[in-house]
């Protein structure tokens, strides 16, 4: 991909986002991505956008969900959790139900935590193992998360010094995620990061 095309997507980006989406975009010039991966930087431009049109971060993250479900193609399923005060809560879904939906889980009880990280995106290939063996199994049983098909990619959303946003897009086929589409999920990852922690000042 030429680098006068990256600097389009720099200039247009950085009217938006300013500085901040500078760093981001220096990954996609160090490692030279596919080209798919920057036809989709206007989707994530746009997800990014939809903040305006949003009241409460709750609010966004369902917007967010359904639009950003459209650009990562392996997904089949998804879900939102906000951690804040030592609880993560489900605050949007695709494809699941009201029982996930409305579950909060105790930190302390989630089995994802040690594998990601904060601002990272991590594909757990053996995540239906370590659903398996969480407290709510039976819960994870009907979802059809302990499944050896079972396969998330997971980003994390570090906002602020306090709350950070797990976004979980989930493929029940055993389909692995593609590099483009990790990629893609990174770049938002920062950007959302990088946005919404500008917010909380």
């Not at 059809?144 to 570090?158: A, D, E, H, R």
Request: charged content about 30%; overall charge neutral; aromatic content about 10%.
């Amino acid at each position: 991909m030429c680098l006068s095309t990256i600097q389009a997507w720099q200039k247009r980006l950085a009217g938006f986002l300013g500085s901040y989406v500078l760093a981001a975009l220096k990954v996609l010039e160090n490692q030279k991505v596919y080209k798919d991966v920057i036809e989709k930087l206007n989707s994530v431009t746009k997800i990014i956008e939809l903040w305006n049109k949003t009241q409460t971060l709750e609010e966004y993250l369902t917007l967010m969900l359904d639009e950003l479900v459209k650009v990562i193609p392996e997904t089949q399923k998804a879900s939102v959790w906000l951690l804040e005060n030592d609880e993560y809560k489900c605050v949007a879904v695709y494809n699941y139900d009201d029982e996930v939906k409305n579950l909060v889980i105790k930190a302390s009880e989630d089995s994802y935590g040690p594998h990601i990280g904060e601002n990272k995106v991590v594909e757990l290939l053996d995540a239906y193992k370590l659903n398996r063996e969480s407290k709510y199994k039976d819960l994870w049983e009907k979802t059809g998360v302990t499944s050896p098909n079972f396969i998330p990619l997971i980003g994390s959303v570090k906002v602020g010094d306090k709350k950070v946003i797990i976004i979980s897009l989930d493929n029940f086929e055993g389909s692995r995620f593609s590099e483009a589409s990790k990629k893609v999920l990174q770049i938002f990852v920062e950007l959302l990061s990088t946005f919404l922690s500008s917010k909380e000042k």
